[in-house]
Every structure is written in structure tokens, then in C-alpha cells.
């Protein structure tokens, strides 16, 4: 996303209310206020947790339903303008340890049943929302064109602003306004976006997507919230995005707390050069960038250097307009893809059940002793990287590896040693004849 175009987005912004307040300390989890936006007026009310709200409806949905109560009547329909959105993080207001802890709870009319229906949440919206001094917020009315809300706990204030060139795609929008409201990188991980794509304007299904900023990948990511299309209602009233930003809690998560996580986490953030950009948009231009063959690109770029760089990502987001998010998906999903550069030669063992039960672990630990790394890493001289893999196809001559482009079967462990020294001279009659 380059910085002129959203500076252009932000100038073409129309303010249409702005409301100051001061940021207020937690007394047991709770802020004591909540606040009302009423977009039929761009009117910005804030009210008070009243002792009698706690006793009765301890938690996120029940500020929700306390605050609906206040709004509707026997005739509110989904698409009525008193028909609230309600947002609570509840007394705790979850954590900011990793996404998914923070949990915020959702509540409206749904288009779907005609009755009060709630989602929930994890990310950071609920905690950064709580932290800027608010237990609940309630949303009427309909804007007369598409608006984004701009919660800042940093400036203290509460803004409506006519957006008319953000995205209405919620990948798109959250990196639009992640780097439009951040004071710089560092800053981006205390902006959660709420939005509800372009699906939720033709849907009555149509769900939330609240953002997350993964610092490693240096993206907005998503966490969704579905059930009784919230996200339509958001549409309805033509919300393009609610924006919180948070007070400089900057959370630490990071993508290896996952378990799963060392499997699809590169350990080293790789880029290329200039003469390495020009052969990847070279690339990106053969398939005439086009967004329907983002998977092709990828596959040449693969090919072409062994993993795919950060740069070559950034290179097809850029000029495909592909979402960055949706570019490590792919990346991340296909067991063909690295982020991280491979050895010239990529060893491959077959853990299938008949591999398996003919000895393939003693194959795999052979080969890692040989090579002195662990499945999934790469020698040092860049020559060699192991991978273990569902299966290679050829069950009958089990149990086998896949050495190179070299399918080779019928492998025992003593053999590891003398087909890595073969591979290795290979390499070398290579290398001496180039």
C-alpha cells in the first residue's frame, strides 16, 4: 500500500463530527461509561454504567441487551434505523497476549431470524475499545453515505468522516486504515479495524471482520465474527469501517505461540534486490497481472528462487491489488511453497502408512543426522533441506524418498548416507560445468 495513496484517501475525507474525551481508569474492569453514536445527527453521547446495569447484566451481551432495550420498540426491524449495533468487551475486557483472548460480543437485530442475535469476537478490538475508557458502545441511525468511525484513545476523541475511496473489502479496508491511522510501524499493532465487506451489501448472511496487525508479516489480518448477519446490518448503515486506536499497549504476540506455528513460519524474513524485483515483476507481467493467476505468479517466483521473498509478495500485491493477507494464505497453505529459501536439492521422505511401517522415521533420522539438520531446515552451505510428506505415490516400492526431481525406492536406513554423497557429487559436476 503506498503512502501516497493513502494520503490521498485521508484528504478526501469529510469530517462530520468530532467528539473529545478523556481516557478514565478501570475500577475492577469496569470504565463506568459506555457511548452512543447516533448517525441519523452525528450526535456522540456518553453515558453512565449504572450499579444497577453490573447486577443485572454482568458481562459483554448483557451491556448489549441493556443498551438494545433502550433503543428499539415492538416494530424495529433489521433494517430500521433504531436498530442498534451493540459492541461490549464485558468487565474483564479479555487480553492483549495473543488474538483471540480479547473477546468482544456483538449484538442486533438479525436479518436472518428477526429476533436479537449476538456473535463474538477475539482479537483486540474488545481490549483497545476497554482500555480507551468505554465498557459498551451502541450504533444507530443510518449515515447518508459511507462513514468511518474513528475511536483514538491516543487523541482522545471520536470521529465520523465521510470515507468515499477506502475499500468496501475488509482485507483491503483494514490495511487502508491500519497504515492511514498508525503513527508509524511500530503503531500498527494498536489499531483494530471492524468491517463488513462488500458480500454483507447482497447477503442477509453477511458477517464482521475484525483486524489484527501480525507484525511479522507486516499485515492487517482478520478474525471474524459470524451468526445472524451482523455484518449486513453494518452495511445497512453504511459504516465502511469502525477504527479503534489504542493508547500504545503495543502487544508482543507473535505468530510462533502457535504450536503449529514453526511449520508455517519462515524464521527469517527474506527480500530480494533491484535486479531481483525487475525478474520478479517480469514474472508478475507474464500473466499480465491479473489477480485470477496470483497462484501462477507465486508458482513461477517458487521456481525461479526456491521460496517466495517478502519482496516478491509485496511486488504482486502491488501491481495486482491482491490483499497481502490473502497472499500468505496461499503461501502459507500449499505444502509446495516456502517463504524461506530451500536447498538446491530438497530431500523429501514419504511418512505414508506403508512407508511408515517399513521403516521411514529411521530413514528421516539418518538423514538428519547425515546432514546435521532437522526436518524442515536447511544446511548451512544451502545445499540441502529435508521435508517429510504425506505421501509420494509409489506404495509399492516402500519405503521411499524423493531426492531432488529423483523418486528413489525400496531405501533403507543404512543407505541414506552413500545417496546424499552421490547427490552431493552431482552438485558439484554441476556447479564445475556452469
Known amino acids: 500500500m503506498s503512502s501516497e495513496h493513502v494520503s490521498k484517501m485521508l484528504a478526501a475525507h469529510e469530517l462530520l463530527k468530532e467528539f473529545e474525551f478523556e481516557p478514565v481508569e478501570l475500577d475492577k474492569g469496569y470504565a463506568n461509561r459506555t457511548i452512543r453514536i447516533d448517525l441519523d445527527t452525528n450526535e456522540v453521547t456518553v453515558h453512565p454504567v449504572t450499579q444497577q446495569m453490573k447486577d443485572l447484566w454482568v458481562g459483554g451481551k448483557g451491556f448489549d441487551l441493556w443498551l438494545m432495550f433502550q433503543e428499539i420498540d415492538k416494530d424495529t426491524k433489521w433494517d430500521s434505523p433504531n436498530n442498534p449495533i451493540c459492541f461490549s468487551p464485558g468487565p474483564l475486557g479479555g487480553t492483549t497476549s495473543f488474538p483471540g483472548s480479547g473477546k468482544t460480543l456483538v449484538t442486533a437485530i438479525s436479518p436472518l431470524t428477526h429476533s436479537i442475535m449476538d456473535c463474538n469476537v477475539g482479537g483486540y478490538f474488545g481490549p483497545y475499545f476497554k482500555f480507551a475508557g468505554f465498557d459498551a458502545l451502541c450504533i444507530v441511525g443510518k449515515a447518508r453515505e459511507d462513514v468511518v468511525i474513528l475511536i483514538d484513545a491516543v487523541n482522545r476523541k471520536v470521529t465520523i468522516e465521510k470515507a468515499p475511496m477506502e475499500s468496501i473489502d475488509s482485507h483491503l479496508v483494514a490495511e487502508e486504515l491500519t497504515e492511514m491511522y498508525a503513527d508509524d510501524e511500530l503503531d500498527m499493532r494498536n489499531i483494530a479495524v471492524v468491517s463488513a465487506g462488500r458480500g454483507a451489501q447482497h447477503t442477509k448472511m453477511g458477517v464482521l471482520n475484525f483486524s489484527f496487525y501480525d507484525w511479522r508479516r507486516k ?175 509409489a506404495c509399492s516400492i516402500a519405503p521411499v524418498i524423493k531426492i531432488g526431481d529423483e523418486v528413489v525406492g525400496n531405501v533403507q536406513a543404512k543407505d541414506v548416507e552413500k545417496i546424499v554423497k552421490e547427490s552431493e557429487k552431482q552438485l558439484e559436476t554441476a556447479g564445475a560445468g556452469v
Not at 502457535?258 to 535486479?275: D, G, L
Not at 493467476?293 to 501491481?319: C, G, W
Not at 509446495?336 to 514419504?350: A, D, M, N, R, W
Open 219 to 393: 499485515v492487517a489480518r482478520l478474525k471474524q465474527a459470524g451468526r445472524g448477519g451482523i455484518g449486513t446490518v453494518f452495511r445497512d448503515k453504511k459504516i465502511k469501517a469502525l477504527v479503534v486506536k489504542n493508547r500504545g499497549i503495543t502487544p508482543a504476540w507473535r505468530i510462533e505461540e502457535n504450536k503449529v506455528a514453526r511449520f508455517i513460519t519462515p524464521k527469517k524474513i527474506s527480500t530480494q534486490c533491484k535486479s531481483d524485483i525487475e525478474e520478479i515483476d517480469a514474472i508478475i507481467d507474464r500473466w499480465n497481472s491479473d489477480p485470477d493467476y496470483v497462484i501462477e505468479m507465486v508458482q513461477d517466483i517458487q521456481s525461479r528462487y526456491r521460496h517466495i521473498s517478502k519482496t516478491a509478495l509485496d511486488e504482486i500485491a502491488r501491481k495486482t491489488g491482491t490483499p497481502l493477507a490473502y497472499l500468505y494464505h496461499i503461501t502459507t497453505f500449499y505444502k509446495s511453497f516456502s517463504l524461506e529459501p530451500k536447498g538446491e536439492t530438497i530431500i523429501q521422505v514419504c511418512m505414508g502408512t506403508t512407508c511408515h511401517v517399513k521403516g521411514a522415521a529411521r530413514i528421516l533420522d539418518n538423514l538428519e543426522r547425515i546432514l546435521g539438520i532437522r526436518t524442515g531446515e536447511t544446511t548451512a552451505d544451502g545445499k540441502f533441506s529435508i521435508e517429510s510428506v504425506a505421501c509420494l505415490g
